[in-house]
Antibody, heavy 117, light 107 residues
Framework: QLVESGGGLVKPGGSLRLSCVASGFTFIGHGMNWVRQAPGKGLEWVSS????????YYADSVKGRFTISRDDAKTSLYLQMSSLRAEDTAVYYC????????????WGQGTLVTVSS | DIQMTQSPSTLSASVGDKVTITCRASQSLSTWLAWYQQKPGKAPKLLIYKASSLESGVPSRFSGSGSGAEFTLTISSLQPDDSATYYCQQYNSYTSTFGQGTKVEIK
């Protein structure tokens, strides 16, 4: 129901745009989120966007470098990442809000971003 | 920022054992806490939301309790399929934080 794409190898300081295509539910009515997981590490919430793009939220670690957006007509979620650092290396998951609250379900399969020279 | 501390970091238990994982928050969350299960190479799966509500399709051996700043996830009778890492998640004003995870191993 959620399929991410756009990951890959990028040099420090570079940019990358992740996409997440949703299906099987009414995309327009749900808040959406990005969560990442560095190799061998725990989960880190990255960013969220409310339905209707009314508000966006970011973790301090990515604020000013990442931008979350959505296209309801394309049932798609995006994460524009710039000024990438080695510590941004992770699997990036998109996830939907559930029950009108910030509980994450379902999740996509994830897309790997590697920042390395 | 709200910090979440899970304990223990790892635990090893036998099939049939009762297992308890604790999550403590740096400030009161009311009941704005969820639990997830993650198996290697897979996306996390929602188990419990709003501290104690069991997600549809999740076995009843899983339960959550707590409010304020201390929460627990209990597996009443550990099964081989429960081998995984478990994370708590808080949300406050639409931002969120995960605990560092608890790896559950089967003896």
């Amino acid at each position: 129901q959620l399929v991410e794409s756009g990951g890959g190898l990028v040099k420090p300081g570079g940019s990358l745009r992740l996409s997440c295509v949703a299906s099987g539910f009414t995309f327009i009515g749900h808040g959406m989120n990005w969560v990442r997981q560095a190799p061998g590490k725990g989960l880190e919430w990255v960013s969220s966007i409310k339905s209707g793009s009314t508000s966006m939220y970011y973790a301090d670690s990515v604020k000013g470098r990442f931008t979350i957006s959505r296209d309801d007509a394309k049932t798609s979620l995006y994460l524009q990442m710039s000024s990438l650092r080695a510590e941004d290396t992770a699997v990036y998951y998109c996830a939907r809000d559930k029950y009108g609250a910030h509980w994450f379900d379902p999740w996509g399969q994830g897309t790997l971003v590697t920042v390395s020279s | 920022d709200i910090q979440m501390t899970q304990s223990p970091s790892t635990l090893s238990a036998s099939v049939g054992d009762k297992v308890t994982i604790t999550c403590r928050a740096s400030q009161s969350l009311s009941t704005w806490l969820a639990w997830y299960q993650q198996k290697p190479g897979k996306a996390p799966k929602l188990l419990i939301y709003k501290a104690s509500s069991l997600e549809s399709g999740v076995p009843s051996r899983f339960s959550g309790s707590g409010s304020g700043a201390e929460f627990t996830l209990t597996i009443s009778s550990l099964q081989p399929d429960d081998s995984a890492t478990y994370y708590c998640q808080q949300y406050n004003s639409y931002t969120s934080t995960f605990g560092q995870g608890t790896k559950v191993e089967i003896k």
